[in-house]
């Protein structure tokens, strides 16, 4: 469950280290790390690494969560994170994924 009922979402920061996107669903202890980044260059596997490595960091439920990985990039992402994405369930959205979810109807949004 990637995406559905959160009750807290934000983001998180540490001394110099920060995650763009935290969401939490207290009941199901689900917790969704999400990274943006809007520069003119392709996402990589070391972006992804880097936001495992600071989501270690985010106390809540550390030992007992469930957790989820998104990542957001204007340039899309390279083919080595695209493998990666499957085999680990990362959800990628680049800029033309976004744009239409943003201007995609409310009542269509959670339908299969």
Known sequence: MAFGNYQNVGSW???????DIVA?????RDILFGEVEWRNRKMDVKDYIHLREKAIMVPWNKYNRNEYYALFSREGFTDSMKELAKKEKVLLFDSELILEVLVKPKNTLNKS
């Open 13 to 19: 920061w540490y001394k110099d280290m920060g995650i």
């Open 24 to 28: 939490i669903n207290i009941q199901t």
